[in-house]
């Protein structure tokens, strides 16, 4: 780009302008307008793991604050001013020093942006020229009369790691479960499984799937709608969660096994679920069985010892320890499953595994998500307590 002064560049945009006037009968009008209307990016470079790639940032968004006396913390510096900033950052190892872009003025008013090396000098603006983004910049835009301008801070940001990356750390290796820990069960109840937001869920003695709605002080036994040869008995996980655009409206999700002396050739997991509509004068819920093809197991959720369910992230992520039955996993807590479409569908997928320097010879191993979107595990039998997260999942909105 050409370095310029500000008072060379307005000298060069009157006399510009003064010969137009000359030259031409059209009537020229100028406006005091100085302000910037759009920011947009172009076609960027990436560099990952030394691979070079190109992509266009034409989508991402920014934000344009015109207030003179917004604050805003861009890369650890607090501004005052204008400021054009991103909603989101681009991805990891985007090239930041050479960003191509497009800035909008109203009514023809001229852009400059402050020159790196000389605070004092600026330099003219040009969509063809990368710019050097790679910490906030000073752009001033002047009005097309020349008699006002006003000055801008545009920031660009790209993340620091990768966003789809799993990252576990070992937290213990001493972990012992406590007296706390363990549950003091009703008369009649084999196990709590868990709860909606007004229902809670367990299992009887004599393997009935009940439902209490005065947090646990009285029970009653479930309303199976069909199937009910098919509802599993041990093994059991359950999660709860708001249902996607529905108000006052549960997804229960509960996996489990039958014995295995009853059905000792049977391979996949059982996967039952129900709709809690908690509105005024809602219809009852009744459970029902998540049918899957016999003769076809694909993306079937597998008949493994222990499973464990947890909601993470836009699904939920299941495993277990070694199959039984017909299920021939022999590894225990090998491979995670996840489903994206409410426990229809289990896949494995390379997004999410156990930690490196996991212990495989733990005897029971369970799961919780805390507020923070980490997943913590605790092993019995082993004492090691891993707590992971999805990258993106901890960053600031």
């Given at each position: 780009?050409?370095?310029?002064?500000?008072?060379?560049?307005?000298v060069?945009?009157t006399v510009?302008?003064?010969?137009?006037l000359?030259?031409?009968?059209?009537?020229?009008?100028?406006?005091?307008?100085?302000?910037i209307?759009?920011?947009?990016?172009?076609?960027?470079?990436?560099?990952?793991?030394?691979t070079?790639s190109?992509y266009?940032?034409?989508?991402?968004?920014?934000?344009?604050?015109?207030?003179?006396?917004?604050?805003?913390?861009?890369?650890?510096?607090?501004?005052?001013?204008?400021?054009i900033?991103l909603?989101?950052?681009?991805p990891l190892?985007?090239?930041?020093?050479h960003?191509?872009?497009?800035?909008t003025t109203?009514?023809?008013g001229t852009?400059?942006i402050?020159d790196?090396d000389?605070?004092?000098?600026?330099?003219?603006y040009?969509?063809?020229?990368?710019?050097?983004?790679?910490?906030p910049?000073?752009?001033r835009?002047?009005?097309?009369?020349?008699?006002a301008?006003?000055?801008?801070?545009?920031?660009v940001d790209?993340?620091?790691e990768?966003?789809?990356?799993?990252?576990?750390?070992?937290m213990?290796?001493?972990?012992?479960?406590?007296?706390?820990?363990t549950?003091?069960?009703?008369?009649?109840?084999?196990?709590?499984?868990?709860?909606?937001?007004?229902?809670q869920?367990?299992?009887?003695?004599?393997?009935k799937l009940m439902?209490s709605h005065?947090?646990?002080?009285?029970?009653q036994e479930?309303?199976?709608?069909?199937?009910a040869?098919?509802l599993?008995?041990?093994?059991?996980?359950?999660?709860?969660?708001?249902?996607a655009?529905?108000?006052?409206?549960d997804?229960?999700?509960?996996?489990?096994?039958?014995?295995?002396?009853?059905?000792?050739?049977?391979?996949?997991?059982?996967?039952?679920?129900?709709?809690?509509?908690?509105?005024?004068?809602?219809p009852?819920?009744?459970?029902?069985y998540?049918e899957?093809?016999?003769?076809?197991?694909?993306?079937?959720?597998?008949?493994?010892?222990?499973?464990?369910m947890v909601?993470?992230?836009?699904?939920?992520?299941?495993?277990?320890?070694?199959?039984?039955?017909?299920?021939?996993?022999?590894?225990?807590?090998?491979?995670?499953?996840?489903s994206r479409?409410?426990?229809i569908?289990w896949k494995?997928t390379s997004?999410?595994?156990?930690p490196e320097?996991?212990?495989?010879?733990?005897?029971?191993?369970?799961?919780?998500?805390d507020?923070?979107?980490?997943?913590?595990l605790?092993?019995?039998?082993?004492?090691?307590?891993?707590?992971?997260r999805?990258?993106?999942?901890?960053?600031?909105k």
């Open positions: 780009m050409k370095l310029i002064k500000i008072a060379l560049m307005l060069m945009t510009i302008m003064a010969s137009c000359k030259s031409s009968d059209t009537e020229v009008t100028l406006y005091s307008d100085a302000v209307t759009n920011f947009t990016l172009g076609t960027l470079n990436k560099y990952v793991d030394g070079k190109t266009s940032a034409s989508t991402y968004l920014f934000n344009i604050d015109q207030s003179d006396r917004g604050t805003h913390k861009l890369k650890d510096t607090t501004i005052v001013g204008r400021c900033y909603a989101d950052s681009l190892g985007t090239d930041l020093k960003v191509v872009s497009t800035i109203l009514n023809n852009a400059i402050e790196l000389d605070p004092d000098s600026w330099l003219y040009s969509s063809l020229d990368s710019i050097d983004f790679s910490k910049r000073k752009v835009v002047y009005s097309s009369d020349g008699e301008y006003n000055q801008y801070f545009i920031s790209a993340h620091q990768d966003g789809e990356k799993f990252v576990w750390k070992l213990r290796n001493d972990w012992q479960p406590s007296m706390e820990e549950q003091t069960l009703p008369d009649g109840i084999k196990k709590i499984l868990g709860s909606s937001t007004t229902e869920y367990a299992l009887s003695t004599d393997n439902v005065d947090k646990g002080v009285t029970w479930e309303k199976i709608a069909e199937d040869d098919k599993p008995t041990r093994d059991l996980s359950l999660v709860s969660y708001p249902l655009k529905t108000d006052s409206t997804y229960v999700l509960l996996i489990g096994n039958r014995e295995v002396n009853e059905q000792n050739t049977e391979s996949t997991a059982m996967v039952w679920r129900k709709v809690v509509d908690y509105s005024q004068r809602a009852k819920a009744y459970w029902t998540i899957r093809d016999a003769e076809d197991e694909t993306y079937s959720l597998p008949r493994m010892a222990d499973l464990t909601k993470y992230d836009d699904g939920v992520l299941a495993f277990g320890a070694e199959g039984i039955g017909g299920c021939d996993i022999t590894a225990p807590y090998s491979d995670i499953y996840q479409d409410n426990g569908t494995l997004r999410y595994a156990f320097d996991f212990d495989f010879s733990a005897s029971d191993v369970k799961a919780v998500v507020s923070d979107n980490f997943i913590w605790y092993c019995t039998g082993t004492g090691e307590v891993w707590r992971g999805l990258n993106r999942l901890g960053w600031k």
